[in-house]
């Protein structure tokens, strides 16, 4: 290959490459640069001062679960009792003896559970807080979710979605120990779910 031909090709390639570049950068002016590079700067600084913020109300909750607790309304007024909390504070859970039903082996009953994150629902939108009607087999040891409803702040207060089941065509789940769904089956399922009206 000649060194005519060794330069062109070099001299494409270079043009190639800051074409490149300047594709990338097309328009932005000096300034204009060191104000994206300064707004991504901060950007950074505010997601890792989140995710710092994050891990120390989860270290806070770890350490004392009822914290967190403490700070939801107990709502008495609808007969919501607290029945239970994670160990690391993610959810608790709570029951009422309003519309308590049992027929049998079989108890429907009102859950309320609360979270300190936000969780999705199956719709994709976000919720801290929900309520579940639930059917209980008692000596199947046996849930399903009849409805729930969804809340986007807790305290089940902000926007709500419903969603509804078919009882002869929801599914059966087991009640697996030390998950949220165990204390509300005891309580609901335990001795003294017999006496309730």
């Not at 070099?10 to 204009?32: D, I, K, R």
């Not at 004392?64 to 859970?93: E, H, I, N, Q």
Request: hydrophobic share 35%; aromatic share 10%.
């Amino acid at each position: 290959m000649s060194g005519t031909n060794s330069r062109w090709i070099a001299a494409t390639a270079l043009l190639a490459a800051g074409a490149m570049h300047y594709s990338t950068v097309a328009g932005q002016t000096p300034e204009e640069q060191k104000q994206w590079e300064a707004q991504r700067a901060q950007l950074t600084a505010e997601a890792k001062a989140k995710a710092d913020q994050l891990a120390q109300q989860r270290a806070a909750r770890r350490a004392d679960p009822m914290s967190w607790v403490r700070t939801l309304d107990p709502m008495t007024a609808g007969g919501w009792v607290f029945k239970a909390v994670a160990s690391d504070g993610s959810w608790a859970t709570y029951s009422t003896d309003h519309q308590f039903k049992r027929s049998g082996h079989e108890a429907t009953a009102w859950v309320r559970q609360e979270f300190p994150e936000a969780l999705h629902d199956p719709g994709g939108d976000w919720y801290l807080s929900n309520v579940e009607k639930v059917l209980y087999d008692c000596k199947k040891s046996q849930a399903k979710v009849l409805m729930i409803v969804y809340y986007t702040a807790n305290n089940l207060t902000g926007s709500e979605q419903t969603q509804t089941s078919d009882p002869k065509e929801s599914p059966w789940q087991s009640i697996v120990p030390g998950t949220q769904s165990e204390a509300a089956f005891h309580w609901a399922c335990g001795s003294s779910a017999g006496s309730r009206p």
